[in-house]
């Protein structure tokens, strides 16, 4: 019995010492391949900065697409229990860069655009249709010649209006020319201090052109899964800050399984003249109501939905 019991003993300790041994050369197994891959990841970190660095375009598009429908009868536990409703909506972000040794000529597209509808069924002046909500476009055209690695002469074209809903009512076109900062690779920060803001609108009374500087900061970026874009773009009038404006849009894609994953955009503007319009639509006296007793609220908009990169 005793010689048993050393026999099961010695048994149970070298099972031990093997399985030991097992995991601590699986460790280090593991501990040089993941070496091996970090070395090779670098290297490939350098051969894409070194890519990055070739002249010629650069061209991507990612974008967002969300939406839900529902139909209910006789649902009566809801104000309206026989309803048809749903939203649609859908972003995109496109780029197209050239890059040479001596001028640069960046383009891009932000478009953001979503439709709701709500229709009573038992109330026969409802109306059937989706109606747009969210109506967001903006293109830019941006051209700098060179002076040294971060600096470049440049000059600047960028329109931005609503697409679905009273479009180019309002519509704003800057040109302007000036200078353009990248200190880094993917941003790039533009200073003209000679632009003049063209504004398009029926209401002559509240939109006016004028002359001022434009700042715009963009950084476009995609590591690995991911895809981002931020964009800033402001207008300061010299003849009134009534007339300044600033719009700050981004825009997130996660992709998840080939080329469709999660898409997250959200959006902040700040235009006296746009809110002015909107207050003086809204009251019985519209005349009563000027830039000195309106409040100009912050503007913002979010969706989030199924994102396909391109």
Known sequence: MTKKLILLVA?????????????E???????EKQAAADAAQAEADALQAQIDALPGWRKGAFGT?????????????????????????????????????????????NLNLAWVKLDNKDNPADSEDF????????????????????????????????????????????????????PIDNLFVVIHPLNYNFVFADNDAVFESSLGAKIVADYTRQIGAISFKSNLSMFQ???????????????FSYTLWKMIGVGFDFGLRSNAQEALNFAKGLSATPDDITFDNNDNDLQSYWTLGLSYSF
């Open 11 to 23: 048994l149970f300790i070298g099972v031990s010492s093997i399985n030991a041994q097992t995991k």
């Open 25 to 31: 050369e699986l460790e280090s197994q593991k501990a």
């Open 65 to 109: 697409i969300g939406g839900n429908i529902s139909n209910f009868s006789n649902w009566y536990s809801q104000g309206a229990p026989n309803n048809a409703s749903g939203n649609i909506g859908a972003t995109l972000n496109a780029f197209a860069n050239l890059k040479q040794e001596k001028f640069f000529w960046n383009n891009a597209l």
């Open 131 to 182: 109606d747009p909500t969210t109506d967001v476009f903006n293109i830019s055209s941006l051209y700098g010649r060179k002076l040294s690695d971060k600096w470049a002469v440049s000059g600047l074209g960028e329109y931005r209006t609503t697409f679905l809903d009273n479009f180019n009512d309002p519509g704003y076109l800057d040109l302007g020319v000036g200078a353009t900062w990248t």
């Open 237 to 251: 009038s010299y003849k009134s800050s009534n007339l300044s404006n600033w719009t700050w849009t981004n825009g």
